[in-house]
């Protein structure tokens, strides 16, 4: 389950490793269930008569904490589609047993390069068919380091596809080698201030991360990424496992510090 030498090479230069069908067709549809059930619960949780109040982010977008989570709501106005849940694996003992997975552990310990690792948070991304919106070019880091500092250089992503990724429904297109280049630079015409510049992204080094359900990408928090919209007739659905060396706080046990954003490039 570890990287083959040529994946730890690959990460090394690229930033990223996909392995293709990792999870069975069985179990990546038993997933999609499950992650069905938690949008439904959380879609009537979210908008019953006294849930958590509904605030506006820098981008104009809408989130709202219930749950015990932050939702995200598409961009479209009056939407009531969910683009995003983080943490998400509490609310389903489905999603939360793939903590344990040796399919993502051990491929972590090398993308870390740590012996022992622990879960730092976990997001389910739901690109729904036609309504998928895209995210502009970022990296994790900026968001990471307004909760832990420096220690957001410590932290790596295993996507987990539940559909086909393709350049048509919106698969997340990452920036080879990107990660060498640190914190990049932030764009100064944003609304979301941790945006990355695209103006300073290098296109030509643009990989559109594509492949079958069940497949998994894995990449660390400098690497800088985006997504396109789901233009298709098909929705396009992701689990986000986020892990660090053992024994650090989650995400959510940490205090949140905007201003932060303003030690970084």
Known sequence: ??????????????????????????????LRVAVEDVAARVTARATREGAGPERTMHDGHRIQSSSMANIQWEWRDGSQEIRLVEPCTHLDDRLDALWNDARFIEPMKDALAVDDIGPFTSKLNLKRAKEGSPF??????????????????????????????RA?????????????NGPAPR??????????????????KEVIAEAPAGSVLF???????????NTTGG???????????????????????PELLAELP
Do not use: C
Not at 17 to 25: L, Q, W, Y
Not at 219 to 229: D, E, I, T, W
Not at 235 to 257: D, T
């Open 219 to 229: 990449f660390g928090a400098l690497l800088v990424h985006r997504s396109a919209p």
């Open 235 to 257: 929705h396009r659905r992701a689990l986000l496992l986020s892990y660090q060396p053992a024994g650090r706080p989650l995400l959510n046990q940490l205090p949140w510090r």
């Open 168 to 180: 048509e429904n919106g698969a997340v297109r990452v920036v080879a080698g990107s990660h060498h």
């Open 187 to 204: 764009d100064p015409n944003a609304a979301d201030p941790s945006l990355a510049d695209p103006a300073k992204v290098d296109l030509d």
């Open 1 to 30: 389950m570890r990287f083959s030498d040529f994946e730890r090479e690959q990460f090394a230069r690229d930033g990223f490793v996909i392995r293709e069908s990792v999870f069975s067709g069985d179990e990546v549809e038993a």
């Open 136 to 165: 502009p070019f970022h990296q994790d880091y900026p968001y990471w380091y307004m909760a832990a500092e420096s220690a957001a250089s410590d932290i790596a992503t295993a996507i987990l596809y539940l559909d086909d990724a």
